[in-house]
């Protein structure tokens, strides 16, 4: 007699259910494990949001430093240096709440790369003191004190930058690279609003600063263009108007038709820009009948 002739109708019943039973108890547990690894995967993203939100106030504040302390440089110490210091505690403040994040944030369980990119936006925000103390006493060119300040802000956004790549969802890291898009065209504006501020305290272009300065509207156009392209229709509806192609739509120069370093570097104007109406700037739009 064969195996199965010997065994009882029970336990053929118990054999024949076993094997739908396996599989079943395969997959259930394959499932939990799969929705474990992803909650695990969202808290991670959770975290890295929230870093995210405690990285951009920083940069926004040091976004502004930097342009007042061009004016400062830019008037040689004779003007602005008040909103200097009231700006040096607004940025102390950003930078106290992203350190005490950092401090209970484990970067290492978001890779290697991460990880040190995190410790080189750290490394570069140490000097930040001894700087300030240079531009105080003016013992820092304008140049260096633009270099520091956009190299130390571009450290940080290199930080957020690595966020989308983190997300195993495709419409999170997609709306994360707009994000990323949206704060490098404001950075480039930054740098472009630090530049001029200095000119203008200055009243001249310092050597190699005008080449500069007419690249950033540009790079500006190209990081909008990307976060027009990668954003949901709502966040990217209030954006057009800040693109370079969309002051000249409605009229407004770009800055580089505006201000050309003449003899020496001084500043000379070009052309009036044109108001809407097509009239120079200097001209009173006539009265309709």
């Not at 209970?104 to 290697?112: I, M, P, S």
């Not at 704060?183 to 050597?207: D, I």
């Not at 509207?217 to 990307?226: L, S």
Request: charged share 25%; aromatic share 8%; glycine share 10%.
């Amino acid at each position: 007699m064969g195996f199965l002739d010997r065994m009882s109708f029970k336990s053929k019943l118990a054999a024949l259910l076993a094997l739908p039973l396996l599989g079943f108890a395969f997959y259930s547990l394959r499932d939990t494990f799969q929705q474990a690894a992803k909650a695990s995967a969202m808290a991670r993203l959770d975290q890295l949001a929230i870093l995210a939100t405690k990285i951009s106030p920083l940069v926004h504040e040091l976004q502004k430093e930097r342009g007042s302390t061009a004016l400062y440089l830019g008037s040689r110490g004779t003007k602005f240096a008040d909103q200097v210091t009231a700006q040096r505690k607004a940025t102390d403040l950003r930078r106290l709440e992203l350190e005490s994040f950092l401090n209970g944030f484990d970067v290492g369980v978001q890779g290697e790369g991460f990880q040190a990119k995190v410790a080189e936006a750290r490394r570069d925000l140490e000097p930040l003191e001894n700087r300030r103390q240079a531009a105080s006493a003016l013992t820092m060119s304008v140049q260096e004190h633009l270099a520091y300040y956009t190299g130390l802000i571009s450290k940080w956004l290199a930080v957020t930058g690595q966020i989308p790549a983190l997300s195993q969802d495709v419409g999170i890291a997609n709306m994360g690279q707009a994000y990323v898009n949206l704060m490098q065209g404001k950075e480039k504006a930054g740098v472009e609003r630090a530049t001029l501020s200095n000119v203008l305290a200055a009243g001249k272009f310092e050597e190699g600063l005008f080449r500069r300065f007419a690249t950033l509207g540009a790079a500006q156009d190209v990081y909008f263009a990307n976060f027009m392209a990668s954003a949901t229709p709502q966040p990217a509806a209030p954006v057009p108007g800040k693109t370079g192609e969309c002051r000249r739509d409605r009229g407004e120069p770009h800055q580089g038709d505006r201000l050309r370093p003449g003899g020496g570097g001084r500043i000379r104007r070009g052309p009036r820009p044109l108001v809407p109406g097509g009239h120079r700037a200097h001209q009173r739009p006539q009265r309709g009948g």
